[in-house]
């Protein structure tokens, strides 16, 4: 696997590339497990040649957000990608990809999805990732690009701004990878204490109860939630959002919306977990 650094590199590199084989791309910030390694192996299964990038974006990370705290693995992080058959891994410093500084950087906001959830609580999160990755899509121009669905908000982000900017790439969501008792892999579990770390379980176990009352034919979506929330404080995490929506539009559920996402973000100790899980809901589609 080689790694390159500079966007003449990479475009210099790729465009031997190009001709004989489609080019598929995961972007990361690195530290990565086995999550990452799954959307390398999709990536790999749609396409002949592999491509991720590490780049710890600054412009997605809030005041007081853990970006000088986040972990940097790049030695170890080569490894997982070559032993998962990636063949080129792009590693840019800040000074490459904002070569102009941040401040005067322009930036891509994307409006109604981006609202509420995660964007509520981090408002410059959404901006700060649709400008990296349309940054990202540009220098690498691959044929497809993998994500996470862990990061369901963040999906329906990239989707629509890959439509309404006409970006020739074809988004694959990536099934959300989880640890043997339910926890939603993710780099940022690493900053739970042991003790911790037994108790995170409980959010994916609250949204699969949400979700079987919702299977049941439960629609007092109000009730579900205060349930669920008053499940997380008990346990002592301090939930910051846990609601039911549209899993097409992300707009809030209705009784008549037939297919669900269920979405929770609570923080344990110092760590902010998220996760999500789909649902159906059987009234509205057998009405």
Known sequence: ???????????????????????????????????????????RQAAGFVVASIFVNPLQFGPGEDLDNY????????????AAGCQLLFAPPASEMYPHGQDGQTRVSVPGVSEGLCGAS????????????????????????????????????????????????????APTIRASDGLALSSRN???????????????????????QLAAGDTDYPALLQSGRQTLEKAGMRPDYLEI???????????????????????????????????????ALHP
Not at 3 to 24: D, H, K, Y
Not at 71 to 82: F, G, I, S, V
């Open 1 to 43: 696997m080689k790694t390159l650094s500079t966007l003449n590199e990479l475009r210099a590199t790729l465009a031997g590339v190009r001709p004989q084989q489609q080019i598929g791309f995961v972007p990361t910030m690195g530290n990565l497990h086995a999550g990452h390694i799954s959307l390398i192996e999709q990536a």
């Open 71 to 82: 972990p940097r693995t790049l030695a170890e992080d080569q490894e997982k990608l070559q």
């Open 122 to 173: 981090r408002p410059e999160h959404f901006t700060g990732v649709a400008t990296v990755v349309t940054k990202l899509l540009n220098m690498v121009q691959p044929d497809v690009a993998v994500f996470g669905q862990k990061d369901f908000q963040q999906l329906a982000v990239i989707r629509t701004l890959v439509r309404d900017l006409n970006l020739p790439v074809r988004i694959i969501g």
């Open 190 to 212: 690493g900053y739970l204490s042991a003790e911790e770390r037994q108790r995170a379980p409980l959010l994916h176990a609250t949204l699969q109860q949400i979700a079987s």
């Open 245 to 283: 929506r549209d899993a097409v539009t992300l707009q809030p559920a209705t009784a008549g919306t037939p297919e669900l996402i269920i979405l929770g973000a609570a923080y344990l100790g110092k760590t902010r977990l998220i996760d999500n899980l789909e649902a159906r809901n059987p009234a």
